[in-house]
């Protein structure tokens, strides 16, 4: 896989943007297309490429070369019917690594049916994840492995008897311990004789409900 990869986002609305800003500051060459002439002046100059276009025109779509991309990201948030058409012209136009932003459980349905399997929901995503961190306050972030499992970082244990990991009760809680932040840099190795500080961060990975049990008791 190349170092730069070419990505073109289409829609360069709030969640657009955002993405194509990010995309190019860690070094990808991004394109943005949007039909709106303001979306379009307003990332002049801050991504590789602009260009003001019908996404939802194939033959548009053809002559930007879209099927040249690496990957394609339909972020089209207010209008189904264009964030449709768009995403079968890129499909059509032989690009095989597509995202695209569903606006509701319908749309994620239909998109689908189309044989889209990279479904963007950032509304519902963000939603689930603050839940889940206002669920569990002692958890400062955690990452969704799937099928049950996570990786959470939460504060070290402070008021307690433990000088260490090897000290912590993780076994207890079924948890395994596989990394510890630092401030400056993160611990890997030498996990077991670290002696913990107030402001160390374990990075845990196990079951949520466990996860929360070492969080609140632990």
Known sequence: M?????????????????????????????????????CVGAMDGEIDAVMQA????????NHAGIGNFDSVIVAIGDDMQSSLLTTLAVMQAGCTDVYVKAQTPEHARILKAMGVNNLLEPE??????????????????????????????????????CSTVADLPLAKYNLACIGV???????????????LTISDRLILAGKRADLRRFALHG
């Open 124 to 161: 519902a995503s963000f939603a689930l994840h603050l839940s889940q961190l206002l669920h569990n306050p002692h958890i400062v972030d955690f990452l969704n492995l799937g099928n049950g499992n996570y990786i959470a970082t939460i504060n070290a244990p402070s008021g307690t008897a």
């Open 54 to 61: 019908d996404a939802t025109d194939a033959k548009v779509l």
């Open 2 to 38: 190349p170092d730069r990869r070419d990505i073109a986002v289409i829609g360069l609305g709030t969640f657009g943007t955002a993405l194509a800003r990010e995309m190019s500051r860690m070094g990808d060459r991004v394109t943005g297309i949007d039909r709106d002439a303001q």
């Open 181 to 195: 932040d630092i401030g400056e840099r993160i611990l890997t190795g030498e996990l077991a004789t670290h002696a």
